[in-house]
């Protein structure tokens, strides 16, 4: 199938003005002014007057669900994929929580394969927030070479849901990540699940001064604790990948947290946001005790893009949190970028920034507001 989208204002993320993108299977095969373009069953979509943009890339969904800190009446329901496609998510990195017990790293990684298979683009880090980890082999440095979709191992730390691992067990774990990635041709992440509790920054700096590279370390929720965030700025300031919750932050708006640390001084480069979408927002008392529940959306990330857009930064400034910062730090090559050889995961907006289409591996998903394709179980 092949799709050429005529005269879009291209946001690569950066901006590139007014061009053509012709589309060929899965991949993007040409980004320029005026293509002309003879083949069979070629579609056209006239883009005049909507933006262009890279499908949004989310690295913190719980898509089998999350929760259960209020018993199984609590747990999170699984997410569907129209959920994805009507906020403009086409990539994906989907974890497990506090649930170590009825949440499965098997059942996410089946559910990571659902999505794929659904239509859009989608890995996963093994275990939840526990110590030792939960793996699919037995092994780290196994998880990392023999599953394609495990990107990295997820952790919690400064949280009382977390094992309050020291920091011996916390070394070896990031060796294993690093080894397992070096052998499996992966970067390797320790994907840390943040809580309020002071210390969990110390761990992580003390971490690579024993001499662990710093982009193996990929702390989240950077900016739900006033503390917790000027830690985040300073790992930032050694080189180190900080990921915004975009479900919410002690500032005003996550949008707040990001315009905090660029005024900061932070290297955009080096900030991400993620939805943590499907989990649980569980608030508890002095006591400890849970008195309140919320579920995070999938479609903060495009809220928060659009909050940042209202504050006068420009759309080459802000799609990167979203899009190209997220696919490098990753290592997903290809994804979050408009260019030719690139995969073929597209969002056009109109002036307000309300999705129009949604192209996934060339497939198009969304087309004029309206929703083309399903979960397999969706109405
Ligand atoms: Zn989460």
């Not at 018993?71 to 170590?100: F, H, K, Q, Y």
Request: glycine residues 12%.
């Amino acid at each position: 199938m092949a799709l050429l989208v005529k005269n879009a204002a291209v946001f690569a993320p950066e901006s590139l003005g007014i061009r053509d993108v012709l589309v060929v299977g899965d991949k993007i095969l040409a980004v320029a002014e005026g293509l002309t373009v003879n083949l069979p069953e070629l579609e056209v979509l006239d883009a005049q007057g909507l933006t262009l943009t890279p499908g949004l890339v989310d690295q913190h969904i719980h898509v089998t669900g999350g929760g259960g800190e209020g018993g199984p009446v609590s747990r999170t329901p699984e997410l569907m994929l129209s959920e994805l496609i009507a906020c403009g998510t086409t990539s994906l990195v989907g974890v497990c929580g506090t649930d170590s017990v009825t949440r499965s790293v098997e059942a996410l990684l089946a559910k990571v394969r659902a999505l794929t298979a659904e239509g859009v683009s989608a890995w996963m880090h093994t275990s939840n927030y526990a110590v030792p980890p939960t793996l699919l082999t037995g092994s780290i440095r196994q998880d990392l070479f023999c599953v394609p979709e495990v990107l990295g191992v997820k952790i919690a730390i400064g949280d009382h849901r977390c094992s309050f691992p020291t920091i011996d067990e916390l070394m070896r774990i990031v060796s294993d990540i690093r080894v397992g990635g070096m052998i499996a041709g992966k970067i390797g992440f320790l994907h840390i699940h943040l809580g309020n509790l002071p210390g969990g920054f110390d761990v992580l700096n003390e971490i690579v001064d024993r001499g662990i590279p710093i982009r193996h370390l990929r702390p989240t929720h950077c900016a739900r604790d006033k503390a917790v965030f000027a830690e985040a700025v300073r790992f930032a300031k050694r080189g180190g990948v900080i990921d915004v919750t975009s479900g919410g932050s002690c500032f005003d708006t996550p949008a707040g947290a990001i315009r905090a640390a660029l005024e900061d001084g932070v290297d955009p480069a080096l900030i991400t946001m993620s939805t943590d979408g499907h989990g649980s927002i569980p608030r508890f008392n002095a006591q400890g005790i849970m008195v309140g529940l919320g579920t995070g959306a999938v479609s903060s990330n495009l809220r928060e893009l659009r909050s940042l857009l209202k504050m006068g930064l420009k759309p080459e400034q802000v799609l990167p949190f979203v899009t190209s910062n997220v696919a490098t730090q990753l290592g997903l090559t290809g994804k979050g970028v408009v260019k030719a050889g690139a995969s073929a995961d597209l969002c056009l907006f109109d002036a307000g920034f309300e999705l129009r289409h949604v192209i996934a591996k060339g497939r198009v998903l969304m087309r004029d507001g309206e929703m083309l394709s399903k979960g397999t179980f969706e109405e």
